[in-house]
């Protein structure tokens, strides 16, 4: 694993807390970036994507990619790509679906679920861990050194 250059730890005690961070990160994040997004079922991570697409200016629905396993939003300054992992048996399948090429693209790649894809995926560049539940949710930020490709 690359190392880790910052770490933050943020308490969401509703989803305005929720949004206020998924806006922030979206004015900070330029492409090319992987994120992780991790944490139990139901915890807040399509929540968040959803707000981090309507920062970037996504007006239409953001779905949960949970059996189309990635949903793609066109943005002015390069495509965003929203995975949902959860679903595969296998790192394979996300070859075979030919996804791979996607990686090679300058694009923002948010990832639900990436345990499932293991040495598939490109390195996280940001890893957000999820945790609690109700009314009290929090995240744990790290921040990775970027590898030259
Ligand atoms: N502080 C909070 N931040 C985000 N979501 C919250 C918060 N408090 C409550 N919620 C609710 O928690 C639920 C989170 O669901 P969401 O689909 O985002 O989870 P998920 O992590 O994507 O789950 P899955 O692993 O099944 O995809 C939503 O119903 C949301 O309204
Ligand atoms: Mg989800």
Redesign the pocket.
């Known amino acids: 694993m690359n190392n880790v250059v910052r770490e933050e730890h943020v308490v ?7 949004q206020a961070l998924a806006s922030r990160l979206a004015a900070e994040l330029r492409a090319p970036a992987t994120v992780y ?1 991790m ?12 707000y981090f697409l309507r920062a970037r200016g996504i007006t239409g629905p953001v779905k ?1 990619p ?1 059996y189309t396993l990635l949903e793609p939003y066109e943005l002015d300054d390069g495509m965003v790509y929203h995975f ?1 992992l ?1 679903r595969i048996n296998d790192p394979w399948e996300l070859e075979l679906a030919g996804f791979a090429e996607l990686f090679d693209e300058v694009s923002l790649r948010l990832v ?2 990436p345990e499932r894809g293991a040495d598939w995926l490109p390195p996280a560049d940001l890893e957000l861990r ?1 945790s ?1 539940a ?2 009290a ?1 929090e995240v744990a930020l790290r921040w990775f050194e970027r590898v030259a490709p």
């Open positions: 969401l005690p509703d989803e305005l807390a929720t997004l944490g139990d079922l139901g915890v807040g991570k399509t929540t968040f994507t959803r949960s949970t949902d959860y639900e679920w999820f609690g109700e009314s949710r």
